[in-house]
């Protein structure tokens, strides 16, 4: 076994209007701190930073769609002081129940910072944490929530984007979260001969992984630039992308009408 070069990343949705953000990141504070330690995270800068480069400052952020509960996709909650967070219920309640077992079950914790939760809570009490049960369509105008229980975690949530808006849609995009790490998981390294490979970390059913990633390879008519995979270090060369001087990837996926160009 090596070692992998895995990106995080978070994605930005903007137009209609709106402001969206698909996870949020993690946050090189508090306890995230010591997730960054333990998973050997370089290069970490703030969101400030990072999305001043795509010209878009935290403030700006309306809403976050988080697809579940681990360090690198929820540890920013504290960092977009004005968005409203959405994620699957059960995911939030499953972590809680998994906190108040014994110490000897700390291994289901691996990903997940409780710190984060204690956040979580907080902005459920504040009104700016919804908790979605099951798949929601038009959660804003061509977004759809699909929910994937019991695979990489109780309740991860896949997010579908008609970026046509229409119902009937011929121009989808799928952001995986971790249901997919890479593209490796469609394939299995082999595109003319294709197996599925579940992601290394399940906290849940393997088998239903795999099944989830049948579904979301029909969502996207089975067309891999389609599907956005937060761990894949190959989107750079699939889509339009540069390095940042703090030497950070930005991919533009698509751009939206009116919209500039923030890659070339
Ligand atoms: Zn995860």
């Given at each position: 076994?090596?070692?992998?070069?895995?990106?995080?990343?978070?994605?930005?949705?903007?137009?209609?209007?709106?402001?969206?953000?698909?996870?949020?990141?993690?946050?090189?504070?508090?306890?995230?701190?010591?997730?960054?330690?333990?998973?050997?995270?370089?290069?970490?800068?703030?969101?400030?930073?990072?999305?001043?480069?795509?010209?878009?400052?935290?403030?700006?952020?309306?809403?976050?769609?988080?697809t579940h509960a681990h360090?690198?996709h929820?540890?920013?909650?504290?960092?977009?002081?004005?968005?409203?967070?959405?994620i699957q219920?059960q995911e939030l309640?499953s972590w809680?129940?998994i906190?108040?077992?014994?110490?000897?079950?700390?291994?289901l914790?691996?990903a997940t910072?409780?710190?984060?939760?204690?956040?979580?809570?907080?902005?459920?009490?504040?009104?700016?944490?919804?908790?979605?049960?099951?798949?929601?369509?038009?959660?804003?105008?061509?977004?759809?929530?699909?929910?994937a229980r019991d695979t990489h975690t109780a309740a991860s949530q896949?997010?579908?984007?008609?970026?046509?808006?229409?119902?009937?849609?011929?121009?989808?995009?799928?952001?995986?979260g971790d249901l997919?790490?890479?593209?490796?998981?469609?394939?299995?390294?082999?595109?003319?001969?294709?197996?599925?490979?579940?992601?290394?970390l399940a906290f849940g059913?393997?088998?239903?992984l795999?099944?989830?990633?049948?579904?979301?390879?029909?969502?996207?008519?089975?067309?891999?630039?389609?599907?956005?995979?937060?761990?894949?270090?190959?989107?750079?060369?699939?889509?339009?992308?540069?390095?940042?001087?703090?030497?950070?990837?930005?991919?533009?996926?698509?751009?939206?009408?009116?919209?500039?160009?923030?890659?070339?």
């Amino acid at each position: 076994m090596g070692n992998e070069k895995l990106p995080y990343c978070y994605t930005l949705l903007r137009g209609n209007g709106q402001t969206i953000l698909l996870d949020c990141g993690l946050n090189n504070a508090s306890h995230g701190k010591e997730f960054v330690e333990r998973f050997n995270v370089q290069n970490w800068f703030p969101p400030r930073e990072v999305l001043a480069e795509v010209g878009c400052t935290p403030e700006e952020i309306d809403h976050v769609i988080l697809t579940h509960a681990h360090f690198d996709h929820m540890g920013g909650l504290e960092l977009f002081p004005k968005a409203t967070f959405y994620i699957q219920q059960q995911e939030l309640v499953s972590w809680v129940s998994i906190m108040a077992l014994h110490r000897r079950f700390r291994w289901l914790l691996t990903a997940t910072d409780t710190g984060d939760m204690l956040q979580a809570v907080q902005l459920a009490r504040e009104g700016r944490m919804r908790g979605l049960d099951g798949d929601v369509d038009n959660l804003f105008p061509g977004i759809d929530l699909r929910v994937a229980r019991d695979t990489h975690t109780a309740a991860s949530q896949y997010i579908v984007i008609r970026n046509d808006g229409k119902a009937q849609s011929d121009d989808v995009f799928v952001y995986t979260g971790d249901l997919l790490y890479r593209h490796d998981n469609m394939h299995g390294g082999n595109p003319n001969d294709p197996v599925y490979v579940p992601v290394g970390l399940a906290f849940g059913s393997q088998t239903n992984l795999v099944f989830a990633t049948h579904e979301i390879m029909k969502t996207a008519g089975f067309d891999i630039r389609r599907i956005l995979t937060p761990h894949e270090p190959a989107m750079t060369n699939i889509y339009p992308s540069r390095t940042t001087e703090n030497g950070h990837y930005i991919v533009e996926v698509a751009l939206g009408e009116g919209q500039k160009s923030v890659v070339n």
